[in-house]
């Protein structure tokens, strides 16, 4: 059975994720006065979450069809250091048939108001496919290799700037960062290749369903081309986007959907 190239796209979910970043200030209005308008106090920024670890399952979809699930966990390994990892198991529909398993992991620490990574790992199975890389982020070289089943190019060293990424990180970045309004510029460095990342967050949250549960949730979205995005949708207190979408053509193509998390 071929199998879809789009399938293994991973959702830049990096899919991972860190609690509820959009830090929304609370405006308590000072009531009105005889003589004029009700004065409203100036907003209060919430102050960065810091990390704690997590754990997160998600229903994934293909092209509007139940595919599988996925999940996502934060890990704190000591040492001032993280390692954040997503699992992607295909067992219905065609991810199904093809026996479709993504996996990736990052190892990374904070510096310097950064999320860096230090070294990463995929890999990608289906029949008849069996592509695995790693790859090590030397922040003293400033340099980042990957080593495995790539293209030559893919294998060579690239250059690191400072704030550089890997796309699970993105996401914690996105969660820690996206404030109502605002436009987020990332550099990712994954996989053999370098990327800037633009999102564009929505000025008001909206009601996001995801099963039997409802949040308000903030639109965080990527466009690519006229047709292609993708959208995550955070919500304040909760340590994981409640969904994340690729669309494709104007067409939802990967949609993981929040069924449940855990925290520390």
């Known amino acids: 059975m071929p199998i879809p190239a789009n399938l293994f796209r991973l959702p830049i979910l990096g899919l991972c994720l860190l609690g509820a970043g959009w830090h929304a200030a609370a405006l308590a209005g000072a009531g009105a006065q005889p003589d004029g308008p009700a004065v409203e106090a100036p907003a209060a920024a919430e102050p960065p979450r810091a990390l704690e670890p997590f754990s997160a399952t998600y229903e994934a979809h293909y092209q509007g069809k139940p595919a599988g699930n996925a999940s996502m966990q934060l890990v704190h390994t000591g040492d001032g250091r993280w390692r954040l990892d997503l699992s992607i198991l295909g067992d219905r529909g065609i991810a199904?048939?093809?026996?479709?398993?993504?996996?990736?992991?990052?190892?990374?620490?904070?510096?310097?108001?950064?999320?860096?990574?230090?070294?990463?790992?995929?890999?990608r199975k289906a029949l008849l496919f069996d592509q695995r890389a790693t790859g090590t982020y030397d922040w003293s070289r400033m340099q980042a290799q990957w080593q495995g089943k790539l293209k030559k190019d893919r294998r060579q060293p690239l250059a690191l700037k400072p704030g550089d990424m890997s796309a699970l990180l993105l996401n914690l970045a996105i969660m820690r960062d996206a404030d109502p309004g605002d436009t987020l510029h990332y550099r990712l460095v994954d996989v053999g290749r370098a990327r800037d990342h633009t999102y564009v967050v929505s000025a008001e949250p909206e009601i996001m369903a995801v099963g039997d549960m409802s949040y308000d949730a903030l639109r965080v979205a990527r466009t690519d081309k006229p047709g292609d995005e993708t959208v995550l949708w955070v919500a304040r207190g909760v340590p994981t986007p409640v969904r994340i979408l690729q669309r494709k053509d104007g067409e939802d193509e990967i949609d993981l959907r929040l069924v449940e998390y855990r925290g520390a």
Not at 104 to 122: C, K
């Open 96 to 123: 199904g048939a093809t026996r479709l398993r993504i996996e990736q992991s990052t190892v990374f620490d904070e510096a310097g108001g950064y999320y860096r990574p230090l070294s990463q790992s995929t890999v």
